[in-house]
């Protein structure tokens, strides 16, 4: 799952690029930021040996939320290139991951 939430999270960040609205700072750092901490996030929850990855679906998820939002927060949301790349791959992060992080069974601790 990852994986997918990492495209995602490469989709977030080359979207200012890919859509041409690099010239728009708020909206291209928002996109990097949460773009680049979606991928290393993802590539955490990827490489570890933890059971619990909970936190990882988590931080994610939330990411996710924070990219639906921000065209409304900052002030964006008239640009409908800019709106629609926060609301399609923010609700896909948070949907996905907010998932996985409510799925996935918690793990008890060993106690001897």
């Not at 960040?13 to 680049?36: D, K």
């Not at 936190?55 to 409908?80: D, H, Q, R, T």
């Not at 609700?91 to 106690?111: C, E, I, S």
Request: hydrophobic share 60%.
């Amino acid at each position: 799952m990852f994986w997918i939430s990492g495209l995602l999270g490469l989709l977030l960040g080359l979207s200012p690029f890919v859509f041409g609205y690099a010239g728009h700072a708020i909206a291209l750092w928002t996109s990097i930021v949460l773009g680049a901490l979606v991928i290393l996030i993802a590539i955490i929850g990827q490489s570890s040996t933890a059971m619990d990855k909970r936190w990882e679906y988590w931080v994610i998820g939330l990411s996710g939320l924070a990219a639906f939002i921000a065209p409304f927060v900052f002030g964006y949301s008239n640009v409908v290139t800019l709106l629609w790349s926060g609301l399609i791959l923010g609700a896909l992060l948070a949907v996905l991951d907010g998932y996985q992080a409510f799925q996935t069974p918690p793990t008890m601790a060993h106690h001897h």
